[in-house]
């Protein structure tokens, strides 16, 4: 399984980035999939995950109602929308893919395959 996320920039506070994430191979592996972000000097952490097949996607608190993941399996492609961007959302996203169907955010533990990231700068 590959991914590959796009959409990042730089964009004023306040504002609003689609991230998109392709995905390929075998994805019949996949169970979930995910968004996470990782800012200078802190660790990667989790956003958004939603199970790559049916379900509903589940968000950390920091971004709930802010950001909207959603996925389009017949063009095996994976969405974030994030909407209200603040200068803390500031970091490379990731997106990446569990074979494991998962109910609620997935660590970054979790995650079997990554894809390289894309840079959100949020700032004025």
């Known amino acids: 399984v590959q991914l590959q996320a796009s959409g990042g920039g730089l964009v004023q506070p306040g504002g609003s980035l689609r991230l998109s994430c392709a995905i390929s191979?075998?994805?019949?592996?996949?169970?979930?999939v995910g968004w996470f972000r990782q800012a200078p000097g802190k660790e990667r952490e989790p956003v958004a995950s939603i199970p790559w097949r049916g379900g509903i996607g589940h968000y950390v608190d920091s971004v709930k109602d802010r950001f909207t993941i959603s996925r389009d399996n017949a063009g095996n492609m994976l969405y974030l929308q994030m909407n209200s961007l603040k200068p803390e959302d500031t970091a490379v996203y990731y997106c990446?893919?569990?074979?494991?169907?998962?109910?609620?955010?997935?660590?970054?533990?979790?995650?079997?395959?990554w894809g390289l990231g894309t840079q959100v700068t949020v700032s004025s």
């Open positions: 990446a893919a569990d074979r494991r169907r998962r109910v609620g955010v997935a660590p970054s533990s979790a995650a079997d395959y």
């Open positions: 191979g075998d994805t019949f592996r996949i169970g979930t």
